[in-house]
């Protein structure tokens, strides 16, 4: 049981999958995890969260590793999306004497997803909590319960443990997680550098647009007293509690990196893409920090990464039937949906015959609330070498980024 238990009475039983490379568009290079716990006070026994529904076996068999299931007295659901309840109804049935327990949409969203399988007296079973409930589970141990909807689904909520004789322990579900397969559980027992990027990059494709709320939360949830964060992706935090949280507070509030410059591009004949070279030439001449990507050899997932910690975000296509050039429209949509804040935008491109792109890219930036200059590039087929002396434009692009 050992390789199981995290800490005295708390013991992981989720799903280290290594081979997931997608997660609903975002890319997961390190593969995931789809953390679960089992909490035991001595008078009872708590299940936190589930797992995805293919590693339903795998879950079951660690429960049975740690107790008997049926010995379980209370079934915590954080949140319902399937890569955390997909094995909700199956593992159901070797929990006869578990009280479910979830967020009051929590309660109307199970049976929102799981009706054709289960029977109406299963839901109207559940116990829906609201901020401030508490359940007590003997021995000085106490959950309470913090919703905190829209972060990132009107479901979600934290469980906290306070503990009298031991460590608080925060059940954050997707708060605080990352992508990341490993078989150490702990920040600590792993690169921090790579945990924080994860964890960044977390954040700028699931969270971003949700910063507003995130803002508004992260207060409540820094006057916990907690030792221990628990999340349901990736490593649990013991050590970097405080960073963790010092960069929620700087993400959701759309702190930059300085002046960074971030340039994307893609490019049909290099035209485009040599507007984009000669721009990151001119900005790093300056000792400005600038990152340049071509769409076509890029992940988004990275991409919008960097964009999230950039000052100016520099796009470019070539125009390509009066519009945009296929893979910049996809990254631009993309990045419309995330809503990066605080942003200083520009459009560039090339056009044959007739343009249209550079058009598109500002209404998609402007669309996004970026603050787009006056300033534009559109050169017609092959850029002369004096097309490409950007030193004007640049020296707007500083200015504008302050």
Not at 268 to 289: D, F, N, P, Q, V
Request: aromatic share 10%.
């Amino acid at each position: 049981m050992t390789h199981l238990e995290l800490m005295k009475d708390v013991y992981y039983v989720g799903y280290v999958d290594f081979e997931v490379r997608n997660f609903h568009g975002y890319s997961t290079h390190k593969g995931s995890s789809y953390n679960a716990y089992i909490v035991k006070s001595g008078e009872k026994t708590v299940l936190i969260d589930a797992v995805k529904r293919p590693y339903y076996e795998y879950f079951l068999s660690n429960i049975k590793h740690v107790c008997d299931p049926s010995e379980i007295d209370y079934f915590i659901v954080n949140h319902v999306e399937p890569d955390h309840s997909g094995s909700f109804p199956l593992i159901l049935k070797h929990l006869p004497n578990a009280e479910i327990i979830a967020s009051t949409r929590g309660k109307e969203i199970l049976e929102a997803h799981y009706h054709e399988e289960l029977d109406k007296k299963h839901f109207e079973n559940i116990r829906a909590v609201k901020e401030g409930d508490t359940l007590e589970i003997g021995n000085g141990k106490q959950f309470t319960f913090v919703p905190i909807p829209m972060i990132h689904w009107p479901d979600s909520m934290v469980s906290f443990m306070s503990d009298e004789n031991g460590k608080n322990i925060l059940f954050s579900n997707d708060a605080f997680g990352q992508h990341f397969a490993t078989s150490k559980r702990w920040d600590d027992e792993n690169d921090i550098a790579e945990i924080m990027w994860e964890a960044e990059k977390y954040y700028a494709n699931i969270l971003l647009h949700l910063s507003g709320l995130i803002t508004k939360a992260i207060p409540k949830v820094g006057a916990l007293a907690i030792d221990i964060i628990c999340p349901s992706h990736g490593v649990c935090w013991r050590t970097h509690i405080g960073k963790i949280l010092e960069a929620y507070t700087k993400w959701s509030a759309g702190k930059t990196d300085g002046k960074s410059v971030l340039i994307v591009y893609d490019t049909m004949w290099g035209s485009t893409e040599k507007i984009a070279k000669a721009l990151y030439k001119e900005i790093i001449h300056r000792g400005i920090s600038a990152k340049r990507f071509r769409l076509t050899n890029a992940d988004y997932s990275d991409v919008i990464t960097e964009a999230m910690k950039a000052k100016a975000i520099l796009v470019g296509s070539p125009t390509l039937n009066n519009g945009l050039y296929p893979l910049v429209a996809e990254y631009l949509s993309y990045q419309k949906g995330l809503k990066p804040m605080n942003k200083v935008g520009m459009a560039f491109g090339s056009y044959g015959w007739g343009g249209g792109a550079v058009k598109e890219i500002i209404k998609e930036l402007e669309e996004t609330k970026i603050d787009v200059m006056e300033e534009k590039i559109e050169i017609r087929f092959v850029p002369r070498p004096e097309d490409l002396d950007f030193k004007n434009i640049v020296d707007k692009l500083v200015e504008k980024m302050g």
